[in-house]
């Protein structure tokens, strides 16, 4: 009955995808020593979590072996001819430094900033203008539409009045 409750706690899982901790490991490599069904039980989990990996699996592109190959010949190569060159340190130096300009690419800057075309200032500037110009206008109009309202509502008192 323990057995069952260990086997649905999540245990195998992490087990299997490998983030259990220290602790959690040696638990399994015990219970899979001590008890036949958890041992069966986690060999078909793993075999369940292959088939799934297989079956979601993407074939790299052709050709991928070959340029991993060629990488790793070259990478031969180039130790194989530091290895040969290693007593004179003239070319040791030559060496190094190709390596160096192969792994890095030089970068030269002329300054920090960020330099804008002289016309997107312009374009900057006049909408900053009109920015301000419309602002204005918004005020204007919110204040004369509140003095409005307020002649209406004076009008309407008028109105009231007179009626009576």
Same mark, same amino acid.
């Given at each position: ?18 983030i ?30 292959e088939?799934?990996a297989?079956?979601?699996s ?8 070959? +340029?991993? &190959?060629?990488? #790793?010949?070259?990478i031969?190569?180039? %130790? @194989?001819?530091?290895? =040969? ?11 190094h430094?190709?390596? +160096?300009? &192969?792994?890095? #690419? ?5 300054? %920090? @900033?960020?330099?804008? =075309?002289k016309?997107w ?13 419309f ?9 004369? %539409? ?6 209406i ?10 009626n009576?």
């Amino acid at each position: 009955m323990e057995i069952n409750k260990i086997i649905e706690s999540g245990l195998m899982e992490t087990y299997v995808m490998g983030i259990a901790t220290e602790e959690e490991v040696q638990k399994v490599l015990s219970l899979k020593k001590e008890y036949p069904a958890f041992k069966a039980a986690l060999e078909q989990l793993e075999y369940d979590m292959e088939v799934l990996a297989q079956n979601m699996s993407i074939e790299p592109p052709a050709g991928t072996l070959a +340029k991993i &190959e060629q990488e #790793i010949n070259e990478i031969q190569r180039q %130790n @194989q001819a530091l290895q =040969n060159n290693l007593n004179s340190e003239y070319s040791y130096d030559k060496i190094h430094q190709e390596n +160096k300009r &192969e792994k890095y #690419i030089e970068v030269e800057s002329e300054s %920090n @900033q960020m330099r804008v =075309n002289k016309a997107w200032k312009w374009v900057f500037v006049a909408v900053f203008v009109l920015g301000k110009i419309f602002l204005a206008f918004a005020i204007y109009f919110y204040l004369e %539409n509140r003095q409005i309202k307020e002649q209406i509502k004076e009008l309407k008192i008028e109105l009231k009045q007179k009626n009576r």
